[in-house]
């Protein structure tokens, strides 16, 4: 029953912490300039997505890019103002996913890109998501790697240039170059953020591991008041 309680109360705890541990204290870390970067481009993408479908395609493309661009700055801002929360790295961790599903669908509705291509990178940020959050549940964490980033950062490129070919901004033949450079690219940083998630599920594997054996170790005797284990 120690353990059980000790378990509990961990959890407790770390739920607590999210929001701050105080009343008010999710809204005043929403309300920092690192947040708000945040939530804004969750915002810029929708609209980035809803101008795209209407035909808005060079208005869109600016806005898409101010919403990719933001994710450096976020991060850039916490570092810099030391406004770190917790909620902030949720937020950024969504909007990036939200980014990446939502620009991928958009080449894929109309034909850019094959829909299994959406179906492998959708099926790949959401388990990583799922282990992350099931790893800070039992006490460890999945710290992001270079490959990862790399990745991340490749798809980002790669879509941010098929997005300026698709718009209209190149004449040929470089727009033809630069859209086989996109598309090819795209497929590199997708192959290369799979094998991200293979070590992320094997970095979760040893820390699921790890908490079972800490759950299955007897707890300690009880001691009495000198500090010795009682007779009982």
Same mark, same amino acid.
């Given at each position: 029953m120690?353990?059980? *309680?000790g378990?509990v109360y961990t959890?407790a705890?770390?739920?607590?912490d999210?929001?701050?541990?105080?009343?008010?204290?999710?809204a *005043?870390?929403?309300?920092t300039?690192p947040?708000?970067?945040?939530?804004?481009r969750?915002?810029?993408?929708w609209? %980035?997505?809803?101008?795209?479908?209407?035909?808005? *395609?060079k208005?869109?493309?600016v806005?898409?890019?101010?919403?990719?661009?933001?994710?450096?700055?976020d991060g850039?801002?916490?570092r *810099?103002?030391?406004?770190s %929360?917790?909620?902030?790295g949720l937020?950024d961790?969504?909007?990036?996913?939200?980014f990446?599903?939502?620009?991928?669908a958009?080449f894929v509705?109309?034909g850019?890109?094959?829909f299994?291509?959406?179906?492998?990178v %959708?099926?790949?940020?959401?388990?990583v998501l799922?282990m992350r959050?099931?790893?800070?549940e039992m006490g460890f964490?999945l710290?992001?790697?270079f490959?990862g980033k790399?990745?991340?950062n490749?798809?980002?490129?790669?879509?941010?240039l098929?997005?300026?070919?698709?718009a209209?901004f190149?004449?040929a033949?470089y727009?033809l170059?630069?859209?086989?450079?996109?598309?090819?690219?795209?497929?590199?940083g997708?192959?290369?953020s799979?094998v %991200?998630a293979?070590?992320?599920?094997?970095?979760f594997?040893r820390?699921?591991?790890?908490?079972?054996?800490?759950a299955?170790?007897?707890?300690?005797?009880p001691?009495?008041e000198?500090?010795?284990?009682?007779?009982?």
């Amino acid at each position: 029953m120690g353990a059980l *309680r000790g378990a509990v109360y961990t959890r407790a705890v770390a739920n607590r912490d999210i929001v701050g541990g105080e009343p008010g204290a999710l809204a *005043r870390d929403l309300r920092t300039w690192p947040n708000l970067v945040s939530l804004s481009r969750i915002v810029f993408i929708w609209l %980035t997505i809803a101008l795209w479908h209407y035909g808005y *395609r060079k208005p869109a493309v600016v806005l898409g890019w101010a919403a990719g661009l933001s994710d450096y700055l976020d991060g850039w801002l916490a570092r *810099r103002l030391k406004q770190s %929360t917790r909620i902030g790295g949720l937020l950024d961790q969504a909007a990036d996913v939200l980014f990446m599903i939502g620009a991928i669908a958009m080449f894929v509705f109309e034909g850019t890109w094959p829909f299994i291509l959406l179906l492998v990178v %959708t099926f790949r940020e959401v388990t990583v998501l799922n282990m992350r959050v099931s790893a800070a549940e039992m006490g460890f964490s999945l710290p992001s790697i270079f490959l990862g980033k790399w990745s991340s950062n490749w798809m980002f490129w790669a879509m941010a240039l098929m997005c300026v070919t698709r718009a209209g901004f190149l004449s040929a033949p470089y727009d033809l170059w630069i859209y086989w450079v996109a598309y090819v690219g795209m497929y590199v940083g997708v192959a290369s953020s799979l094998v %991200t998630a293979s070590i992320y599920a094997r970095q979760f594997a040893r820390g699921y591991r790890s908490t079972r054996i800490d759950a299955s170790a007897p707890a300690p005797a009880p001691a009495d008041e000198q500090g010795l284990p009682s007779a009982s």
